[in-house]
């Protein structure tokens, strides 16, 4: 099953696309999903788990584990400075 | 005879005294009902009219003016003087400023804080609109402050000339109904997050870069988060893209700095539901609007949790700079000094050295021969301009170039190496020496000392 990924501000910069799709297995759960993110795409490291992090469009408590589905959708939302 | 018509007099002064005073209590009563005088030039002079029982306090100009919004059924005459009495902080004349402050006095907004502390400059008019050519060169405040004199003189607008600090912060943000973050950088972020903490106002927060935006309301009732909430800890000060770094359509943040003005009229008027608990994510690019529901206040918030460390007392000697490792402005990077000053030239070496004829007549390895310039810009800047013959190597992509440095290597022709303004140029020096080329050397200053020293031509950006 996939789920999508939204990438906003300064994590679209480092991954180098906007959104992308990943192949999940049952067990696979909001962290397990971020840890494949970091290896997908080493430059997020960068963000340092700086951002807002959220599960169909609700903000997630950082840490917590939640099971994916199908059609989950989750974004990478670091914070824009400028103005 | 005399002495009746004394009393009568007596009696005619006590009564003359008790209609004075109460002549001075019904004028106290009345200037106390209508709203404050909102400018020198007021455009009608206060005076009693049928109307002014009705408890809105607009004038007959006032109403004038503002009638279509004041016909609106969901605002109304109630929700315009609200508007007319109320007052906001904008903290920062630019991209975001800009519009939210010219929408905010053509609204009608009572009383309009603004704080900056730079100067117009030609490449800000483009999203600044508040600015005008013939302000380039002013103080932002005074330039924006004759723009919103010009749309709206019953506007009492305030200048705050020194830029927001921790030290005036509190105090200047608790005199204004509301606050609008339309900064440029991380520190004076968290400063006005903390600041509106501690002096408990709303805080209309938005941000734009490139193609995208954010917007949101803090602090605006008791599950609101602060920016703390949601960012406890400061982004790396290399995750900060910065508008006169990384470019942003102007158009983008004049779309959400125009979207601060409404929450922030909704704050003040009470009309609607603030955009709170919810971050309004703008991707132009794919031309979509999406939002994201976040977080409540965080109990265990250090600036609006429920024992915060942040308070009126400890804010002012708060390091914010130490917090988010970058100075509070929008500035250049600071100058590296990554190379020996003999791994380095002026860009006024370089045109003797462009210049030089002898590089036809001797060897290549002769270090006075016509050097290759490499220029390690970003392709977008590469475009606009560059030293005839520069080989373009972007230093974000360097790794690319390599088998081509070794190659250059072996040709032995002496090397120079150019980005903007003499940073990123270091650091591919410093990895083509580390790849074993020798006559490599650095421009101190990249192309914008070329331009201001060598070339007046040249165009700046
Ligand atoms: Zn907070």
Redesign the pocket.
Known sequence: MAVKILFFARSRELAGVSETSVAVQAADTTESLLSHLLEQFPALKELDGRFVFSLNHEYLERGSVVPLKAGDEVAIIPPISGG | MGVPFDDELEQLRAENEALKVEVQRLRQAQSSSLPEPRSQNDLETPSTHSWDGLGHGLSRDDIARYSRQIILPSFGAQAQGKLCRGSVLIVGAGGLGSPAALYLAAAGVGRIGLVDKDTVELSNIHRQIIHREGTVGQHKCDSAAQSIAGLNSRVQVELHRDGLTPENAVGIVTRYDVVVDASDNAPTRYLISDAC?VARKPLVSGAAIGLEGQLTVYCAGDDS??Y??LFPEAPLPQSCSRCSDAGVLGVVPGIIGTLQALETIKLISGVGQPLSRKLLLQDAWAGRFQSVKLRA??AG?V???DAPSITAETLADYDYAAFTGQAPNDGPPRPLRLLNPEQRITVQQLRDRLSSEQGSSTASTDPSAPPLVIDVRPPEQFAICHLPGAEHMPWARFARFEQRLLDLAAGDRPIVVMCRRGNDSQRATARMLELGMQSVVDVVGGVEAWARDVDPDFPLY
């Open positions: 903490c988060p602060c703390r909430c206040r965080s918030c600036a609006c949790g």
